[in-house]
């Protein structure tokens, strides 16, 4: 969700910070801003509505709005949850010209805190909470005659889900940060440290970083690192060194970040298949140590996610139930968390999230207490994200960075690691070496799959032009490709600004037939499996009603029609279709909004990472 970025150096870091900003577009936001402790020790704050590159005009040496030289700074990029996205809601907030605060995440007794320093003689300038922040430090630090005590006294009296970074004008050259619920990171120099909530943010400056635990508190300099209120560890030892890889901010010749991740499917699902499987078995060790006596013992699934990945979870729990022959339920994590769930005995808890920072997923495993969960589980693709920390058990998707805000390359792998879980539960339970040989040749068959579908682009591409004009469609499926009906439903929505709704194909009738006319797009996943009878049933429904068809389907099996429009994939095991047949809903979508002018990489109102309940 927001970003935050900070530095403590010898140098100006203006452009540091401002370069961090853009690092973390891809989480979405809808202001941005940064202040500098000056050469003396005055704040200079600048802020702006929109894009960081307005801010970084904002900032250009020689303007009005300059911030002049600093060599210590925060920043910060904001997506509005109290207040609206202005300009005097934008972070970093101020208390008495001497305190500057950027905060992630959402203080949940704010109001009381907020009469509180009212009362006191506090003037506040925003509609934000975390203006209370900025004047409850400067209030705990007056009293404690003390930076760092003062920060940690105020801390002690916020109520809710955090990261922040503060400065102050007393204290130039030095940053107090800490984390409650939101991720935040340390980044090592040499003569120069850094903050920052995503080690995206500080690429170009460092390779070294140290991922803060819950409640945990740093003090930086430009030399120096403290680490309060946590592990006992040294601090040096924590430091952990992230691989030269390519430049994850590098579109690498594609117009969008999308369309490069999505054509990364292939390379993306090959890693995250390496180690993990051999040509003829699933390794279970790739779970950990203890996968194998957790996954003989389980004896019902509970999957817990939210948007694209409760999507993947819907998809898992078809094979769970054919493959293992065990319970499998799937819910959305916002509602999960809020009721009384019947754990049958022996659940395994799996959580999907790509970020592994998803507020209402984290919550639902930190509320999972039930003594009949056998252990947890996470998918996630962040290393050290909070969700990998607190599970007993992860599998990393390995998909690499994910830029754009509508999920492609996390989606296909996380279905991919999902298959994984349940040929590695279904061998721990007596899975014949046979049938796991099988099932493992199919997900080995996967990349070439997908490489592939993705020579159907210019053909989708034509398709989509079918969309420019309509402001409704239906996406349609059955079994295991409902879900991916859902999801083609959402990337159209999320990417174009069309209303799409995903349904059972079998349920046309029940209502959604209604909206059916010539001017309704009616997209229908449609492979040669057990129900393809049934679902081209359903399509002559839709035809009759002078619907438009577009078909992705096995042309074998399917054959075309004139009065629709038909696009061949490849012939593919039944069990792993649904991580094929997601490649064109992807396609599809991106190449509608490209055609309707949206922001493809940055949607309006929405956040890659969602932080926050």
């Given at each position: 969700?927001?970003?935050?970025?900070?530095?403590?150096?010898?140098?100006?870091?203006?452009?540091?910070?401002?370069?961090?900003?853009?690092r973390?577009?891809?989480?979405?936001?809808?202001?941005?801003?940064?202040?500098?402790?000056?050469?003396?020790?005055?704040?200079q704050r600048?802020?702006?509505?929109?894009?960081?590159a307005?801010?970084?005009?904002?900032?250009?040496?020689?303007?009005?709005t300059?911030?002049g030289?600093?060599?210590t700074?925060?920043?910060?990029?904001?997506?509005a949850?109290?207040?609206?996205?202005t300009?005097?809601?934008a972070?970093?907030?101020?208390?008495?010209?001497?305190?500057?605060?950027v905060?992630?995440g959402?203080?949940?007794?704010?109001?009381?805190?907020?009469?509180d320093?009212?009362?006191?003689?506090?003037?506040?300038?925003?509609e934000?909470?975390t203006?209370?922040?900025?004047?409850?430090?400067h209030?705990?630090?007056?009293?404690?005659?003390?930076?760092?005590s003062?920060v940690?006294?105020a801390?002690?009296?916020?109520?809710?889900?955090?990261a922040v970074?503060?400065?102050?004008?007393?204290?130039?050259g030095?940053?107090?940060?800490?984390?409650?619920g939101?991720?935040?990171?340390?980044?090592?120099?040499?003569?120069?440290?850094?903050?920052?909530s995503?080690?995206?943010a500080?690429r170009?400056?460092?390779?070294?970083?140290?991922?803060?635990?819950e409640?945990?508190?740093?003090e930086?300099?430009?030399?120096?690192?403290?680490?309060?209120?946590g592990?006992?560890?040294?601090?040096?030892?924590r430091?952990?060194r992230?691989?030269?890889?390519?430049?994850a901010?590098?579109?690498?010749?594609?117009r969008?970040?999308?369309?490069?991740?999505?054509?990364?499917?292939?390379?993306?699902?090959?890693?995250?298949?390496?180690?993990?499987?051999?040509?003829?078995?699933?390794?279970?060790?790739?779970?950990?140590a203890?996968?194998?006596?957790i996954?003989s013992?389980?004896?019902?699934?509970?999957?817990?996610a939210?948007g694209s990945?409760?999507y993947?979870?819907l998809v898992?729990k078809?094979w769970?139930e054919?493959?293992?022959?065990?319970?499998?339920?799937?819910?959305?994590?916002?509602?999960f968390?809020?009721?009384?769930?019947?754990?049958?005995?022996n659940?395994?808890?799996?959580?999907i999230?790509q970020?592994?920072?998803?507020?209402?997923?984290?919550?639902?495993?930190?509320?999972?207490?039930?003594e009949n969960?056998?252990?947890s589980l996470c998918?996630?693709?962040?290393?050290?994200s909070?969700?990998?920390?607190?599970?007993?058990?992860?599998l990393?998707?390995?998909?690499?960075?994910e830029i754009?805000?509508?999920?492609t390359?996390?989606?296909?792998n996380q279905?991919?690691?999902?298959?994984?879980l349940v040929?590695a539960?279904?061998?721990?339970?007596?899975?014949?070496?046979e049938?796991?040989?099988?099932y493992?040749?199919?997900?080995?068959?996967?990349?070439g799959?997908?490489?592939?579908?993705?020579?159907r682009?210019?053909?989708i591409?034509?398709?989509?032009?079918?969309?420019?004009?309509?402001?409704?469609?239906?996406?349609?499926?059955r079994g295991m490709?409902h879900?991916?009906?859902l999801?083609?439903a959402?990337?159209?929505k999320?990417?174009?600004?069309?209303?799409?709704e995903?349904?059972?194909?079998?349920?046309?009738?029940?209502?959604?037939?209604?909206?059916?006319?010539?001017?309704?797009?009616?997209?229908a996943?449609?492979?040669?499996?057990d129900?393809?009878?049934?679902?081209?049933?359903?399509l002559?429904?839709?035809?009759?009603?002078?619907?438009?068809?577009i078909?992705f389907?096995?042309?074998?099996t399917v054959?075309?029609?004139?009065?629709?429009?038909?696009?061949?994939?490849?012939?593919?095991?039944p069990?792993?279709?649904?991580?094929?047949y997601?490649?064109?809903?992807?396609?599809l979508?991106?190449?509608?909004?490209?055609?309707?002018?949206?922001?493809?990489?940055?949607?309006?109102?929405?956040?890659?990472?969602?932080?926050?309940e």
């Amino acid at each position: 969700m927001c970003g935050i970025v900070g530095a403590a150096t010898r140098r100006n870091v203006t452009d540091i910070l401002l370069e961090g900003l853009q690092r973390l577009e891809y989480r979405g936001y809808d202001s941005a801003g940064l202040v500098l402790v000056d050469a003396d020790n005055a704040l200079q704050r600048v802020r702006r509505v929109g894009k960081v590159a307005e801010l970084k005009s904002a900032c250009q040496q020689g303007s009005d709005t300059s911030p002049g030289r600093g060599e210590t700074g925060i920043a910060h990029t904001r997506w509005a949850t109290h207040g609206k996205p202005t300009e005097g809601n934008a972070h970093p907030h101020v208390s008495s010209e001497k305190i500057a605060v950027v905060h992630n995440g959402i203080i949940e007794n704010h109001h009381e805190l907020r009469l509180d320093l009212e009362t006191a003689g506090y003037v506040f300038a925003s509609e934000t909470d975390t203006e209370v922040v900025a004047h409850l430090v400067h209030r705990e630090v007056a009293s404690n005659g003390d930076f760092k005590s003062g920060v940690v006294s105020a801390l002690a009296l916020l109520r809710g889900a955090y990261a922040v970074g503060v400065v102050h004008t007393d204290h130039p050259g030095k940053i107090i940060a800490a984390r409650v619920g939101s991720p935040l990171v340390v980044g090592c120099g040499i003569g120069e440290n850094f903050i920052a909530s995503d080690p995206q943010a500080l690429r170009p400056v460092t390779d070294r970083f140290i991922y803060l635990d819950e409640g945990e508190i740093v003090e930086i300099t430009a030399d120096t690192i403290e680490i309060f209120g946590g592990s006992d560890v040294p601090t040096d030892s924590r430091i952990v060194r992230l691989d030269a890889t390519a430049d994850a901010t590098d579109k690498g010749g594609y117009r969008h970040y999308m369309m490069k991740e999505i054509h990364e499917q292939p390379d993306s699902v090959r890693r995250t298949l390496e180690g993990r499987i051999t040509d003829k078995q699933v390794l279970i060790n790739a779970f950990g140590a203890d996968a194998e006596s957790i996954f003989s013992q389980t004896k019902a699934v509970q999957i817990v996610a939210c948007g694209s990945s409760f999507y993947t979870g819907l998809v898992a729990k078809y094979w769970c139930e054919q493959i293992v022959g065990v319970p499998c339920h799937v819910e959305i994590a916002s509602e999960f968390r809020y009721r009384k769930v019947a754990v049958q005995p022996n659940t395994l808890m799996v959580t999907i999230s790509q970020s592994g920072e998803t507020a209402d997923t984290l919550a639902a495993l930190r509320d999972a207490t039930d003594e009949n969960y056998l252990a947890s589980l996470c998918l996630c693709n962040v290393p050290n994200s909070s969700l990998v920390r607190e599970s007993d058990l992860c599998l990393m998707i390995n998909a690499g960075p994910e830029i754009c805000v509508a999920s492609t390359k996390a989606f296909t792998n996380q279905l991919t690691d999902l298959m994984l879980l349940v040929l590695a539960l279904a061998k721990s339970q007596g899975m014949s070496p046979e049938d796991e040989a099988g099932y493992v040749s199919a997900l080995n068959s996967v990349p070439g799959l997908l490489k592939e579908t993705l020579s159907r682009d210019s053909e989708i591409k034509v398709v989509a032009e079918q969309f420019v004009d309509k402001h409704h469609a239906l996406f349609l499926g059955r079994g295991m490709h409902h879900p991916v009906a859902l999801e083609g439903a959402l990337k159209l929505k999320e990417i174009s600004y069309i209303h799409a709704e995903g349904y059972p194909a079998g349920e046309l009738k029940h209502g959604p037939l209604a909206l059916v006319d010539d001017d309704m797009p009616v997209v229908a996943v449609a492979p040669g499996d057990d129900l393809l009878e049934k679902v081209l049933s359903n399509l002559e429904e839709v035809r009759a009603r002078g619907g438009q068809l577009i078909v992705f389907g096995d042309q074998d099996t399917v054959g075309e029609v004139d009065d629709m429009t038909f696009v061949s994939m490849p012939n593919c095991h039944p069990i792993i279709s649904p991580i094929v047949y997601a490649i064109p809903m992807q396609l599809l979508s991106y190449h509608v909004a490209v055609f309707k002018g949206t922001d493809v990489d940055q949607p309006r109102n929405l956040a890659k990472s969602v932080t926050v309940e």
